[in-house]
């Protein structure tokens, strides 16, 4: 189960909606809980991908910099969030192909801006490919 505060949600859904129609993309920072994971922070990232409508590349310097700023803490990254535009908030083939280390979250905001988002949340499985994992509001 990922623990999802509201404000956080809120904020890849923002993420969302201002990069639309390129899918948004960053990093999710956490601790490992007990019963999944507790989402602690967002960190929205650029899309270098060179095509942002139909793919996301999180800027590495925005990784590197959360890794250093996390480093003696008991927090790390625990996963990737990115949307797809007028599409579902499920894996694309592209994401599933995408997915490989394991124990790492994929939160994907789909849907349409004018009816509204949903976010979904799934994890790299250890057999490969990603399953579904429960979100949880905190807040």
């Known amino acids: 189960m990922l623990h999802l505060p ?3 949600a809120a904020a890849v859904l923002i993420a969302a909606g201002r990069s639309y129609p390129s899918e948004c993309c960053g990093l999710i920072e956490g601790i490992d809980i007990l019963d999944g994971w507790r989402a602690l922070a967002v960190h929205e990232a650029a899309n270098l991908a060179e095509e942002p409508s139909r793919r996301f590349l999180i800027d590495p310097e925005v990784q590197f910099r959360l890794l250093r700023s996390l480093r003696g803490s008991e927090r790390r990254i625990i996963g ?4 797809h535009p007028d599409g ?8 599933a192909a995408s997915a490989c280390e394991t124990d790492f979250l994929w939160l994907i905001a789909g849907g349409a801006l004018a009816s509204g988002l949903t976010l979904r949340a799934y994890v790299v ?7 579904a994992v429960d979100l949880r509001d905190d807040g």
């Not at 990737?80 to 949307?83: G, N, Q």
């Not at 579902?88 to 994401?95: H, L, R, Y």
């Not at 499985?125 to 399953?131: F, P, V």
């Open 6 to 8: 509201d404000e956080l």
């Open 80 to 83: 990737c969030f990115h949307s």
């Open 88 to 95: 579902p908030p499920e894996p694309s083939a592209t994401d």
């Open 125 to 131: 499985a250890e057999e490969g490919g990603l399953s």
